[in-house]
């Protein structure tokens, strides 16, 4: 091989030594094949060459310490003398199980490996894949099975992931439940087996579809942090084991335990995509090559700057009307709104959550002449126009179920459970899709909507198709059915800006994000909740996805009262937008968001532009080329404190300007001493906004 060209390749193969170098700007990963076919882990950490990984693989040692359990395997199967958890299980039709690798051949273009392999006696190929994308350091891993003859699928992951052996391993990760989504975690890893899975239907707030692992040695800027995140809207599930010699490793992917799925001949079966990512700086950097990686490789193309809208749920709930929301647009407009999105309740006969979810059209009591008046009214005002829906859920009472009771998840012989009155309509099947599109395609052309909310507030139950040769399916095809008509839904109508949702942020993942803009983080409001929801949102996802509504005080959650420049600048270190019932507040505060609004406007570029920087969990800062904002909170006078809060990654030798107070700041004071603490009360906080003047 050339070694001057393949130092410059991404991915490189040493064919005496089976082995195959993945290199990304600042790591490297390599597996090889054993003398019997088997994939191996050799390096994920750092850059390594191929003549190193070479040296690497070479003294790995052949067998475990223990004689069995091989361990650090680039996939498990099941067969043999293994006994961890397998990423792929199957059962062919006469009983015989588990797969026996025998390699056919490897293909490499364009920054994507692909390494196919058959079973030695059974008709059943495998595809692992593996894909780098220019100037970022995740590795993209997922699977494909294709059946020669009928198998039943028990387990199919997409990757496992396997850590160099050391003494200890700690996994950070988020957990929470409605109202409390994305706190986070940082957990030794025990011996055994840890499962982190959603059996939901939908990506769920119990346990976030990430993790990352450290060596119980790594801070916010530095140590070795191992990280994957799992493009996938449905249950899943990823289990990270920490074997007894030392050794940790994770699979994961799509479906959670018992789910059956049956191929046929011929039939094949793809994973989603689980990204993997090696940072050797820390938490922070680990965040800031996610942030990275979701806005260029995951998010639909789309300017940086998100609109500031104005979302009516928490200022009507149910009860709306077509007066109430044109009063609520026209000061929606008066503080500087960009896009005004009507909530739910304006369909059917929904006029609370026990009717009308199905029935989508404007309610003719509400809207007597649809809603095309207060569209065009929002759109004078300067506005965009926004319409929330739930299109996978269905009340029973609505003219939708009355006509297709056979339209949701169900079983013979099951009560259909009702969660929040509704149930989950089978987006497996083909003609629920088409209605789908029909009128979701028709309703956003017809008003002009610019913004979309798509709710999702039902987990799944008696999650069946009845009659069905292959019924298990629907957990798996629901989610590629949502995704599909997410899709021909934004081909229809390329403009159309969508917003993930699930009864809060229960929806927030890579699979999601390759086609909605950004995320309802949490139906909880409160500022003071907030700091700690999306401090644990951010270990991932970007600023830019995180929605943030500015809401009421008191907050109708926590009852908590706050002031409203901590509200706003809480909000302003997302996509902010206002969710409070604008009717409701004082002149005074209407003055103070005109004020804060603006200023929101002119940070806006550098939050959802910029680098993101965590300045401890109460404090962020985010960078441009020449601009730094940085937002400090402070939830309780208990945590008074003299430590100042200092900045990262700014020039030393420049000089930066507050445009606030035109104060100007030494790079290297502020580097080395920070900014002065926050006064001691109860929810205070601060936003700086710098800019770097020439010397
Ligand atoms: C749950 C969402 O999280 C809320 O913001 C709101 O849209 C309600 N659903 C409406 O039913």
Same mark, same amino acid.
Request: aromatic share 10%.
């Given at each position: 091989?050339?070694?001057?060209?393949?130092?410059?390749?991404?991915?490189?193969?040493?064919?005496?030594?089976?082995?195959?170098?993945?290199?990304?700007?600042?790591?490297?990963?390599?597996?090889?094949?054993?003398?019997?076919?088997?994939?191996?882990?050799?390096?994920?950490?750092?850059?390594?060459?191929?003549?190193?990984?070479? =040296?690497?693989?070479?003294?790995?040692?052949?067998?475990?310490?223990? %004689?069995?359990?091989?361990?650090?395997?680039?996939?498990?199967?099941?067969?043999?003398?293994?006994?961890?958890?397998?990423?792929?299980?199957?059962?062919?039709?006469?009983?015989?199980?588990?797969?026996?690798?025998?390699?056919?051949?490897?293909?490499?273009?364009?920054?994507?490996?692909?390494?196919?392999?058959?079973?030695?006696?059974?008709?059943?190929?495998?595809?692992?894949?593996?894909?780098?994308?220019?100037?970022?350091?995740?590795?993209?891993?997922?699977?494909?099975?294709?059946?020669?003859?009928?198998?039943?699928?028990?387990?199919?992951?997409?990757?496992?992931?396997?850590?160099?052996?050391?003494?200890?391993?700690?996994?950070?990760?988020?957990?929470?439940?409605?109202?409390?989504?994305?706190?986070?975690?940082?957990?030794?890893?025990?011996?055994?087996?840890?499962?982190?899975?959603?059996?939901?239907?939908?990506?769920?707030?119990?346990?976030?579809?990430?993790?990352?692992?450290?060596?119980?040695?790594?801070?916010?800027?530095?140590?070795?942090?191992?990280? =994957?995140?799992?493009?996938?809207?449905?249950?899943?599930?990823?289990?990270?084991?920490?074997?007894?010699?030392?050794?940790?490793?994770?699979? %994961?992917?799509?479906?959670?335990?018992?789910?059956?799925?049956?191929? %046929?001949?011929?039939?094949?079966?793809?994973?989603?995509?689980?990204?993997?990512?090696?940072?050797?700086?820390?938490?922070?950097?680990?965040?800031?090559?996610?942030?990275?990686?979701?806005?260029?490789?995951?998010?639909?193309?789309?300017?940086?700057?998100?609109?500031?809208?104005?979302?009516?749920?928490?200022?009507?709930?149910?009860?709306?009307?077509? !007066?109430?929301?044109?009063?609520?647009?026209?000061?929606?407009?008066?503080?500087?709104?960009?896009?005004?999105?009507?909530?739910?309740?304006?369909?059917?006969?929904?006029?609370?959550?026990?009717?009308?979810?199905?029935?989508?059209?404007?309610?003719?009591?509400?809207?007597?002449?649809?809603?095309?008046?207060? /569209?065009?009214?929002?759109?004078?005002?300067?506005?965009?126009?926004?319409?929330?829906?739930?299109?996978?859920?269905?009340?029973?009472?609505?003219?939708?179920?009355?006509?297709?009771?056979?339209?949701?998840?169900?079983?013979?012989?099951?009560?259909?459970?009702?969660?929040?009155? !509704?149930?989950?309509?089978?987006?497996?099947?083909?003609?629920?899709?088409?209605?789908?599109?029909?009128?979701?395609?028709?309703?956003?052309?017809?008003?002009?909507?610019?913004?979309?909310?798509?709710?999702?507030?039902?987990?799944?139950?008696?999650?069946?198709?009845?009659?069905?040769?292959?019924?298990?399916?629907?957990?798996?095809?629901?989610?590629?059915?949502?995704?599909?008509?997410?899709?021909?839904?934004?081909?229809?109508?390329?403009?159309?800006?969508?917003?993930?949702?699930?009864?809060?942020?229960?929806?927030?993942?890579?699979?999601?994000?390759?086609?909605?803009?950004?995320?309802?983080?949490?139906?909880?409001?409160?500022?003071?909740?907030?700091?700690?929801?999306?401090?644990?949102?951010? !270990?991932?996802?970007?600023?830019?996805?995180?929605?943030?509504?500015?809401?009421?005080?008191?907050?109708?959650?926590?009852?908590?009262?706050?002031?409203?420049?901590?509200?706003?600048?809480?909000?302003?270190?997302? /996509?902010? %937008?206002?969710?409070?019932?604008?009717?409701?507040?004082?002149?005074?505060?209407?003055?103070?968001?005109?004020?804060?609004?603006?200023?929101?406007?002119?940070?806006?570029?550098?939050?959802?532009?910029?680098?993101?920087?965590?300045?401890?969990?109460?404090?962020?800062?985010?960078?441009?080329?020449?601009?730094?904002?940085?937002?400090?909170?402070?939830?309780?006078?208990?945590?008074?404190?003299?430590?100042?809060?200092?900045?990262?990654?700014?020039?030393?030798?420049?000089?930066?300007?507050?445009?606030?107070?035109?104060?100007?700041?030494?790079?290297?004071?502020?580097?080395?001493?920070?900014?002065?603490?926050?006064?001691?009360?109860?929810?205070?906080?601060?936003?700086?906004?710098?800019?770097?003047?020439?010397?």
């Amino acid at each position: 091989m050339n070694r001057t060209r393949a130092r410059n390749r991404v991915i490189t193969h040493h064919p005496e030594a089976r082995l195959w170098l993945l290199s990304t700007p600042s790591t490297s990963y390599a597996f090889r094949l054993d003398a019997d076919d088997d994939p191996r882990h050799v390096h994920w950490g750092r850059p390594l060459t191929l003549e190193q990984a070479v =040296a690497v693989a070479a003294d790995l040692p052949a067998q475990d310490p223990g %004689g069995d359990d091989p361990g650090g395997e680039e996939y498990a199967v099941e067969g043999g003398l293994r006994f961890g958890a397998p990423s792929l299980t199957v059962r062919f039709a006469d009983g015989v199980r588990g797969f026996a690798w025998r390699f056919v051949s490897h293909t490499v273009e364009d920054g994507l490996l692909t390494l196919s392999f058959t079973d030695r006696a059974r008709s059943l190929d495998l595809d692992l894949n593996y894909r780098v994308r220019r100037g970022h350091d995740q590795i993209e891993r997922w699977a494909v099975l294709t059946a020669g003859e009928p198998v039943d699928v028990l387990r199919f992951d997409s990757a496992a992931w396997t850590l160099p052996a050391r003494d200890d391993y700690r996994v950070s990760h988020v957990v929470g439940e409605w109202g409390r989504e994305f706190q986070l975690r940082r957990d030794r890893v025990p011996v055994g087996e840890t499962v982190f899975t959603s059996r939901l239907g939908i990506t769920g707030q119990h346990a976030g579809p990430w993790l990352m692992l450290d060596a119980h040695d790594a801070a916010e800027e530095h140590g070795e942090v191992w990280s =994957a995140a799992l493009a996938w809207s449905g249950s899943r599930r990823i289990t990270l084991r920490r074997d007894p010699y030392g050794r940790a490793s994770w699979t %994961g992917g799509f479906g959670h335990e018992g789910l059956v799925r049956k191929l %046929g001949a011929g039939e094949r079966l793809e994973t989603p995509v689980f990204t993997g990512l090696y940072a050797p700086d820390g938490f922070g950097g680990t965040s800031r090559r996610w942030h990275a990686y979701v806005e260029r490789q995951v998010l639909p193309a789309r300017l940086a700057e998100r609109p500031l809208i104005f979302n009516s749920w928490e200022a009507t709930e149910f009860d709306i009307s077509e !007066q109430q929301q044109w009063e609520l647009a026209e000061l929606a407009a008066g503080v500087g709104v960009e896009v005004f999105v009507v909530d739910d309740a304006w369909f059917g006969a929904r006029t609370s959550d026990q009717a009308g979810l199905g029935d989508w059209w404007p309610n003719p009591d509400r809207f007597p002449n649809g809603l095309g008046p207060l /569209a065009d009214h929002v759109r004078e005002l300067g506005m965009g126009f926004g319409l929330w829906v739930e299109p996978e859920a269905v009340n029973p009472d609505s003219d939708l179920y009355r006509t297709h009771p056979d339209w949701i998840l169900h079983q013979e012989g099951r009560p259909r459970t009702q969660r929040r009155n !509704q149930h989950v309509l089978d987006f497996a099947r083909r003609d629920v899709r088409e209605w789908a599109v029909e009128w979701l395609v028709r309703t956003v052309t017809e008003l002009d909507v610019g913004f979309l909310k798509w709710d999702m507030n039902r987990p799944f139950s008696e999650a069946g198709q009845p009659g069905a040769a292959d019924p298990d399916r629907v957990w798996i095809e629901h989610t590629r059915g949502v995704y599909e008509v997410m899709d021909r839904l934004r081909a229809a109508r390329p403009g159309l800006y969508l917003e993930a949702c699930a009864g809060g942020g229960g929806r927030a993942d890579l699979g999601v994000l390759a086609r909605a803009d950004q995320v309802w983080t949490s139906d909880n409001t409160d500022a003071a909740d907030r700091v700690a929801i999306q401090h644990g949102y951010g !270990q991932v996802l970007p600023a830019r996805t995180m929605g943030a509504w500015v809401t009421d005080s008191p907050n109708s959650l926590t009852a908590r009262s706050t002031p409203i420049r901590y509200r706003f600048h809480v909000s302003m270190a997302g /996509a902010m %937008g206002i969710g409070g019932d604008l009717r409701k507040w004082t002149e005074e505060d209407l003055a103070w968001s005109r004020m804060l609004v603006e200023q929101y406007k002119r940070i806006r570029p550098v939050v959802h532009g910029g680098v993101q920087y965590r300045l401890g969990d109460d404090a962020v800062q985010y960078l441009t080329e020449d601009e730094v904002v940085v937002f400090q909170f402070k939830a309780s006078a208990l945590t008074r404190s003299s430590v100042r809060t200092r900045l990262k990654c700014l020039d030393p030798g420049a000089r930066y300007r507050d445009e606030d107070t035109g104060t100007v700041h030494e790079g290297a004071v502020l580097l080395s001493h920070g900014l002065p603490p926050l006064p001691s009360f109860d929810c205070t906080s601060e936003l700086v906004h710098l800019r770097k003047v020439p010397r």
